[in-house]
């Protein structure tokens, strides 16, 4: 480590971004709104050297070398000093966060066979900071293990200094508009199905080629979650069908990155939901339907405007005096009670699509795919991340469900469309 790094002054604490001010409040003993990134390289980890190589990346990071405080109005997060520890991967990720646990730390670092994996808590980030974290971390592995890797796209420099704008709460400085959006998004169709007993989770991947896919959404003129989107509605509409019942709205919730909207080089959370929906009572929709109203209602809302509407009537929630000085028990209770009745209410599914994760070329070839993977939904069978890096394409499935009829239905109509997906589970 560079003398300068050891010098430098960190900061002590950090408030909750806007968007991570109401998971800690959400947090139970069984469940925690937390995601995975993962990465397989062509070798086998050795847990010494990544506990190295963590250790070295952590000063990168000082948002997330943190552990969760209790405030009188607010939560907040204060510099952790515990030591860092690497663990042997689990069967079933995405366990429930205990403040308490894991020297506090508010991630957990894990290895098996080839691949690094971290599950992190939403308070810290949001995909992209994670993918930012991980790319980091595997890149100084493999500095470690002799390969010379240089930084580059979403590996950044352990030796570079961290900058203001990385830790920044980028919803405080993009939001402007003095429209007040109020969503109605109206109660949505969800699957029923038997659970999974407490802290098991299905996980199911499929793996295909990013050009071969690509290809089909090209010639559908729509993207990548688009077309994932639409395919989503039409399995589940179908599964409405044969549920029989009063019909409802289908909804799929999908975050979007804001840093492609308003730039910026944020850390932390900075991304915002939207929502594309389908009233089955309207009629019967084709598939081509499907993606029309899909990509026109989805390109309608991903505007500047739409977000800065949406980021600031979020912000005036929680400048609102009576909300801001309120209590933190007080305001505990009444988002928990809230989450516990209206939690996933709006949607059927989520998904949600980290792109393509940018490498150097040097540490490109060593990766052989990336997965990305939300926490299990309490209502919503079908919660996947998407993510790409090369030519690989990896959707997952995250499944508190012991069914898998959602996930085997939309994986068979990639092959009904000539594409080759192989299928990964920890079902096995």
């Known amino acids: 480590m560079s003398k300068r790094k050891q010098t430098e002054k960190k900061p002590l604490w950090f408030s909750l971004d806007n968007a991570a001010k109401i998971f800690p409040a959400q947090n139970t003993s069984t469940w925690s709104n937390s995601f995975r990134v993962q990465m397989e390289l062509d070798r086998k980890i050795n847990p010494a050297v990544l506990r190295a190589a963590l250790e070295a990346v ?4 000082p948002s997330y070398g943190v552990k969760i405080r209790r405030g009188f109005f607010w939560f907040y997060l204060e510099k952790n000093e515990n030591p860092l520890t690497v663990h042997p991967d689990i069967k079933n990720p995405l366990y429930r966060v205990n403040f308490k646990e894991n020297g506090r730390y508010l991630f957990r670092v894990y290895y098996h066979g080839s691949r690094i994996a971290v599950d992190c808590y939403h308070v810290l980030t949001d995909g992209h900071g994670g993918a930012v974290f991980l790319s980091t971390l595997a890149a100084e592995y493999l500095r470690r293990e002799g390969e010379k890797i240089p930084a580059g796209g979403f590996s950044l420099s352990p030796d570079a200094p961290p900058t203001p704008e990385e830790t920044e709460d980028s919803f405080v400085r993009s939001a402007s508009s003095e429209v007040k959006k109020l969503k109605k998004d109206g109660i949505s169709y969800h699957v029923k199905a038997d659970p999974m007993p407490d802290h098991t989770v299905n996980v199911t991947s499929g793996i295909l080629s990013f050009a071969a896919f690509h290809r089909l959404t090209k010639e559908k003129n729509v ?12 399995v589940l509409l179908e599964r409405q069908k044969r549920d029989g019942g009063r019909k409802k709205q289908v909804a799929v919730q999908i975050p979007v990155d804001l840093r492609r909207v308003f730039g910026g080089e944020t850390l932390r959370n900075f991304t915002i939901c939207m929502l594309v929906k389908v009233d089955p009572n309207k009629g019967e929709y084709s598939f081509d339907e499907l993606l029309e109203l899909t990509k026109y209602q989805l390109r309608l809302q991903n505007t500047m405007k739409e977000h800065n509407a949406s980021i600031t009537a979020n912000l005036q929630i929680e400048r609102n005096p009576f909300v801001r000085f309120a209590p933190l028990f007080l305001k505990n209770f009444f988002i928990s009670i809230g989450f516990a009745i209206a939690a996933e209410q709006t949607s059927s ?3 949600t699509n980290l792109g393509k994760v940018e490498l150097p070329e040097e540490l490109a070839r060593h990766v052989k795919k990336f997965l990305f993977m939300p926490a299990p939904g309490k209502l919503n069978p079908a919660r996947l991340g998407v993510a790409t890096v090369n030519d690989s394409l990896v ?6 469900f012991v069914q898998s009829d959602v996930e085997r239905a939309f994986f068979t109509a990639f092959v009904k469309q000539g594409l080759h997906v192989k299928i990964e589970s920890n079902r096995e």
């Not at 993207?223 to 039409?234: I, R």
């Not at 959707?395 to 508190?400: A, Q």
């Open 58 to 61: 952590m000063p990168r990071f």
């Open 223 to 234: 993207t990548v979650t688009e077309y994932l989107a639409a395919l989503m509605l039409s």
């Open 349 to 351: 599914a989520l998904i």
């Open 395 to 400: 959707i997952t499935f995250s499944n508190s």
